[in-house]
C-alpha cells in the first residue's frame, strides 16, 4: 500500500512583494514566480511520466485574494493545472486566499481535475487504501483548532491530511493565528502525512519532537527578507509498511540571504561602505546586519548606505539592520545632565524591573541622548 504525490504550499502568485519598494524589482519577482510555478508543473509532468504520480497537494496560500490578476490565473495557474491532466489537483485554501464568496475559486472554472476543499474537514476517497482529508480557510473558520474537528473514518487505510495552518510550538512563533494547532492535537490522529501550508520555510512539525509526521514545505519562492535559505516543494512517498520518505525539491530563482557586517574600529560612513563593497552580490536580496562597536560620534546613516548600494548596485535589493553599538564612558555620561539623570532615573527604579529591560532601556535612552537615534529596536 503506498501513493506518491507532491505536496506544495504558499506560492503567492502575483505577491505584492512590498519590502522590495521599487516597482521594476517587484516586477522582476513576480515574473520569476510566474517562471518557478511553470517549472514545478514541468517536472509534476516529467514525475508523471517516468516514475508515476498519484496526485498533487495544495496547501493553500496558492494566489492573494487581494492583488491576484485574472491574466495570471487564466494564462498560468489555469493553463499549468489543465496541462496536468489527468492528474488529479488537491486545494485547501489559505488564509491569502480564503474561500469567500468572491473568491476566484468560486467565481471561475476550474480544470477538472481539480479539487478544492470545502470549509470543514473533507474526505476524498482517492483510492479504497488512500484517503484525504482536507478543509479551506474562510473568515469564520479561521481561529479554530480545526484538527479538533478531524474525524478519521480508516485507521488501517493511508490517511493524507491537507490544511494551511499555525503550529504553535512556541510563542515567538505566534504568526496570526490561522488554523492553530499542536504537535499533540496531530499525535491524537492516525494519520501518514499532514500536508501543511501556512510557514514559508521548510519545517518538520512537530518542531523539534520526534514523532515527525507534518511537513510545511514552505513557499517556492521566499517573499520577503525574513525568508532566507533555500525554499522548497516536497516529492512525498508514503508506505504504510515502511513510512515517508520526503524529498525536498527547488526551483527557487533568487536567493535571500543575510550578510553581516562588523564595523568596529570604522573611522567614518565611507569605511562602512568599503565593507558593504567587499559582500558585492547583484543577485541577491540581502538583509544587511551591521555590527560591532563603533565610536559614538559616528552616525550610521542607513539612507545613505541604502542610496549607496542601489547606485553601486552591490545586491538585488537590501535592507539594512543598525545593530552596531557603543559603549559611554564615564566622561561622556559625566559631561551630560540629561544623560546623569536619565541614569539616577534607571537606578531608582531598578528593583521594579528584570535586569534585563533595564539593560536594554540603558542602551536605548544614552543612544538617544548621545546620538539622537534608536538602534536595534526591532530586537527588543
Ligand atoms: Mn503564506
Redo the contacts with the bound molecule.
Keep these: 500500500m503506498k501513493v506518491k504525490f507532491l505536496h506544495v ?2 506560492f ?1 502568485l502575483d505577491s505584492k512583494f512590498l519590502p522590495l519598494g521599487e516597482s521594476q524589482k517587484v516586477r522582476t519577482r513576480r515574473k520569476e514566480l510566474a517562471e518557478t510555478f511553470k517549472k514545478f508543473i514541468q517536472f509534476a509532468n516529467l514525475l508523471k511520466e517516468q516514475e508515476g504520480l498519484d496526485f498533487i497537494l495544495i496547501a ?2 496558492l494566489f492573494e485574494h487581494d492583488c491576484y490578476s485574472p491574466h495570471t490565473l487564466k494564462t498560468l495557474l489555469f493553463y499549468g493545472l489543465e496541462n496536468l491532466k489527468p492528474l488529479p489537483v488537491f486545494i485547501a485554501a ?3 486566499d480564503p474561500l469567500v464568496s468572491d473568491s476566484p475559486y468560486v467565481t471561475y472554472d476550474w480544470p477538472s481535475n481539480v479539487h478544492i476543499f470545502p470549509d470543514s474537514f473533507q474526505r476524498v476517497e482517492f483510492r479504497p487504501d488512500v484517503h484525504i482529508y482536507g478543509i479551506s480557510v474562510t473568515p469564520q473558520n479561521l481561529g479554530n483548532n480545526v484538527l479538533q474537528e478531524l474525524k478519521i473514518s480508516n485507521p488501517e487505510v493511508i490517511n493524507i491530511v491537507v490544511f ?1 495552518g499555525a503550529e504553535k510550538s512556541s510563542e515567538k512563533e505566534l504568526f496570526g493565528d490561522c488554523f492553530p494547532f499542536s504537535g499533540e492535537d496531530m499525535a491524537a490522529h492516525p494519520c501518514d502525512y499532514f500536508a501543511l ?4 520555510n521548510f519545517r518538520k512539525v512537530p518542531l523539534g519532537g520526534d514523532n515527525i509526521r507534518g511537513y510545511y514545505s514552505g ?1 517556492p519562492e521566499p ?1 520577503n527578507f525574513k525568508e532566507l535559505g533555500e525554499h522548497y516543494i516536497l516529492k512525498v512517498e508514503v508506505d504504510k509498511n515502511s513510512g515517508v520518505k520526503v524529498e525536498p525539491i527547488s526551483f527557487q530563482r533568487r536567493i535571500y540571504k543575510q550578510v553581516e557586517v562588523d564595523c568596529s574600529g570604522v573611522s567614518s560612513l565611507e569605511d562602512v561602505k568599503v565593507l558593504i563593497k567587499e559582500c558585492r552580490d547583484e543577485s541577491a536580496v540581502v538583509n544587511l546586519v551591521l555590527r560591532g562597536e563603533i565610536d559614538p560620534d559616528i552616525r550610521i546613516d542607513l539612507e545613505e548606505l541604502a542610496e549607496f548600494i542601489r547606485e553601486e548596485n552591490i545586491f538585488f535589493s537590501v535592507r539594512i539592520k543598525n545593530a552596531t553599538h557603543s559603549e559611554y564612558t564615564s566622561e561622556m555620561i559625566n559631561s551630560s545632565p540629561l544623560a546623569k539623570s536619565f541614569l539616577d532615573v534607571v537606578e531608582k527604579n531598578k528593583d521594579k524591573y528584570p535586569p534585563q529591560l533595564l539593560s536594554v532601556v540603558v542602551k536605548l535612552g544614552l543612544d538617544g541622548i548621545f546620538i539622537r537615534e534608536v538602534r536595534n529596536w526591532d530586537e527588543i
Design positions: 504550499a504558499d503567492h493553500g496560500d489559505g488564509n491569502h494551511h501550508g501556512h510557514y514559508h513557499s517573499l
